[in-house]
């Protein structure tokens, strides 16, 4: 969907053909209701194929294919939204980018160098905090509460943004940590996991911080522009399945004698629909060209791909099932699968309305994207 | 030898700004907008500065760069347009004679017209000499170009043209017009059809002008009465204009981006009434910047902006190294129309009473209420929003063609209840 390089082609081929072969639907299924999904092995297998490394420096055994990574990223995502499969794909590659860029070499190139080789995985809470940091000699503790974090527990390590003097600052927390404790949430999506992560005087060495204290405010948001990419991907993938889907199922159920999609209705929601396709494969694939370029206008490019595409991906896969009918709705059918995968994906870093304010924002303050 | 297009865009560059004004938001928002903000005298002042725009760009060799030399264009490549559309951000350019001048007549001739047909306008039109309207729509049915009933008869080496056309943009200030008529009312009816061209001020032409519920006045109907055409006139062969035809309404839906002919900055739409900016400047204008949903509202208004320009890239892309069919055009034409159906509402609610009530010096709130009145002509014009759907679901998609009731010779197809 997104491959445009040869190499691009053959690294997406290679993840199309691991995921079909890993998370086939019946296997997705198999998951649902499992405390944990996480498979250490088929995650270094993906490791293999590169989807942890592209966000992270050289020095740090990463490298990107195409020379944006982001971009190369994106074909992943879109792989995994086809899927709806499960795997740390947001947390690690976030947290691998925040050390790649804000982290110190001497510190965090051991857990950088981990994460892109698939040995281990990482969580960023990027939901509302209240973790505070309090400064000893050498030492910093953590208290208070993550109230949403994506793979808590399957990360060998937590990226945290706790409040201190100086401001919001990020903090590297080994999920083995003594005191860090954490509760498994439910949700929607039959195979991403979530913990709430409380922290009760959790002591790190100074070194785990990560970047300048009091800088995480706008690195959060550098990240939230990375991970929203990511999630654009797996909308536009998720999108393609179910409109594949809903395609065959109007030439093949036939309805008073004819096809359902020879009726004049039914060809144009479907026309609607493709057109919603395109538009959000289009749009993650700017936005993944903008962030990944570090281009002035990116943050006004992901905004709007999430404002648009986080609502109207999740309405055009509900049309997919409306065009299904009766089975549409049921667990057996498979259109559940991309619907709970496009739902979280829409709302997990604040939704679509979220996404125009920002964008809004950006404009009113005179730095909208140049169409 | 060509020139690479980072040269060429250099050049441009360091030609613009000794050359071509900046953008004059006064000047612009031509189609559809309102009286409020304009009249005859300042349309015809605009289309006086369009011509000299292109004449600028003509000598400057900046006019038809994907147009060959022996016409008077460049010679060159999309990528050059392209780039040469990216350094026009900023300056002021003839965008009302975009379409239909350059798309689809340009075009068309291009790719139908004699070589004299080709030498005798081409370079006219990229001097700014030469302004085109479309002869397309028929009073008695706008979507279905091929039930013209327009009639062309032959006599010499001349045709007899009578009927009439309508939904034609800006035939009142036009020098020429593409014009599609039926020559033969005994075949099928996309067999007889022929494409002409014509002076449009030639004797036997009225030009009536139309008025929208906005007060806006650049569509016209024109009535043709024993109209002369030379047959060295004729484009295409006789009975052959569905040919044309096919590429004629390819070329209208690419206005909305992706044609190598149109040189657009692209980037007005930051200027444009309805977009986020805009909007902006209304709600501070209001003090509702800081209102509960105002952000969200301009947010979602700029955000279908930005989606829309990636969906014509990508599209466009996408249909020039041939993985989408060029009937791929209807998506952008859809995604546009529904988007600015969707601006107009957003900017009516950010105005509130204001886009309903206005005082006589706020021009501003006027353009949002008549905008928001005659906002269904951005689903309509250039091919309805629902012929779109037709074109992506059966060309597209592969679904089942619609059954037809207009086969056999055209003479006996119903055209009214009977």
């Known amino acids: 969907m997104f491959a445009e390089t040869e190499d691009q082609q053959l690294f997406e081929a290679a993840s199309r053909r691991f995921l079909d072969t890993t998370y086939p639907t019946a296997a997705v299924r198999g998951l649902a209701g499992a405390a944990n999904t996480f498979d250490a092995g088929v995650w270094r297998d993906g490791a293999q194929l590169g989807w942890t490394a592209l966000l992270v420096p050289e020095r740090a055994g990463g490298g990107s294919i195409s020379g944006n990574g982001l971009a190369d990223l994106l074909i992943v995502a879109a792989e995994f939204g086809a899927h709806a499969a499960p795997g740390p794909l947001f947390g690690t590659n976030a947290v691998a980018a925040a050390l790649g860029r804000w982290g110190s070499a001497a510190d965090h190139d051991g857990p950088l160098k981990e994460l892109a080789a698939g040995d281990a995985a990482a969580a960023w809470a990027h939901g509302p905090t209240d973790v505070s940091a309090t400064a000893g000699a050498g030492t910093v503790t953590l208290d208070g509460r993550a109230g949403v974090v994506e793979g808590a527990a399957e990360a060998s390590y937590l990226l945290v943004t706790a409040s201190e003097p100086a401001g919001a600052t990020h903090y590297l927390v080994p999920r083995g940590a003594a005191g860090v404790h954490l509760r498994p949430l439910d949700g929607v999506d039959l195979t991403r996991r979530f913990q709430a992560v409380t922290f009760e005087g959790v002591s790190l060495p100074d070194r785990a911080r990560v970047g300048d204290p009091g800088a995480a405010g706008e690195h959060n948001e550098d990240l939230r522009d990375l991970v929203a990419v990511i999630a654009l991907g797996e909308m536009a993938g998720a999108l393609h399945r179910a409109f594949a889907m809903t395609l065959d199922w109007t030439a093949n159920r036939y309805s008073f004698g004819r096809p359902l999609g020879s009726y004049q209705e039914i060809k144009h929601r479907m026309a609607d629909l493709r057109t919603q396709l395109e538009a959000a494969e289009a749009v993650a694939g700017r936005a993944a060209f903008a962030v990944g370029t570090g281009a002035a206008d990116a943050r006004s490019w992901v905004s709007a791909g999430m404002a648009h595409v986080g609502r109207h991906a999740p309405e055009a896969i509900q049309d997919c099932i409306q065009l299904h009918g009766g089975i549409g709705v049921t667990y057996d059918h498979d259109l559940h699968l991309f619907l709970r995968r496009v739902t979280l994906d829409a709302q997990m870093l604040g939704g679509p309305g979220a996404f125009a304010r920002r964008l809004g924002a950006l404009v009113a303050g005179g730095d909208g994207a140049a169409a | ?418």
């Open chain 2, 1 to 418: 030898m060509t020139v690479p297009v980072e040269e060429f865009a250099a050049r441009a560059r360091d030609w613009l700004p000794g050359h071509i004004p900046p953008t004059d938001p006064e000047a612009g928002h031509f189609f559809f907008s309102g009286p409020s903000t304009r009249n005859d005298e300042h349309d015809l002042r605009r289309i006086d500065r369009c011509r000299d725009l292109q004449r600028r760009l003509f000598d400057g060799g900046f006019a038809g760069i994907c147009v060959p030399t022996e016409y008077g264009g460049q010679g060159l490549t999309p990528a050059h347009q392209s780039a040469f559309n990216r350094e026009l951000r900023g300056y002021d350019y003839p965008i009302e004679i975009q379409a239909s001048t350059f798309i689809p007549c340009m075009a068309i001739l291009l790719e139908f017209g004699t070589e004299e047909q080709k030498l005798r306008h081409i370079p006219a039109m990229l001097r700014g000499e030469e302004i085109w309207a479309q002869f397309l729509s028929e009073p008695g049915g706008g979507s279905d170009a091929a039930g013209a009933v327009t009639t062309a008869v032959p006599d010499g080496e001349q045709w007899v043209v009578n009927g009439s056309k309508i939904w034609t943009t800006g035939a009142w200030y036009s020098d020429w017009a593409m014009c599609l008529a039926r020559t033969n009312w005994d075949v099928e009816k996309h067999r007889g059809l022929t494409v002409f061209s014509l002076p449009v001020h030639s004797a036997g032409i009225e030009i009536h002008r139309i008025e929208l519920v906005n007060g806006a006045k650049e569509f016209c109907q024109e009535f043709l009465t024993d109209v002369v055409i030379d047959d060295r006139d004729r484009v295409g062969d006789v009975d052959g204009g569905w040919t044309v035809m096919t590429r004629w309404l390819h070329h209208e839906r690419t206005i909305s981006g992706g044609s190598p002919y149109v040189t657009s900055a692209g980037g007005r739409s930051d200027e444009a009434p309805n977009d986020g900016p805009a909007l902006a400047a209304l709600a501070r204008g209001l003090g509702t910047l800081e209102a509960p949903g105002t952000l969200e509202l301009i947010g979602e208004a700029r955000s279908l902006t930005l989606v829309g320009d990636a969906l014509v890239r990508s599209v466009t892309k996408k249909m020039q190294t041939q993985e989408l069919p060029h009937h791929a055009a209807a998506m952008p034409r859809l995604f546009g129309g529904t988007a600015n159906v969707r601006k107009a509402a957003i900017a009516l609610e950010l105005a509130g009473p204001s886009g309903v009530v206005w005082a006589p010096d706020e021009p501003r709130h006027a353009a949002v209420g008549g905008a928001y009145l005659v906002r269904q002509a951005g689903c309509i014009g250039g091919g309805t929003t629902e012929m779109a759907r037709n074109v992506i679901s059966e060309r597209l998609l592969g679904m089942p063609r619609e059954a037809r009731s207009d086969e056999g010779p055209f003479r006996e197809v119903p055209r009214g209840p009977r």
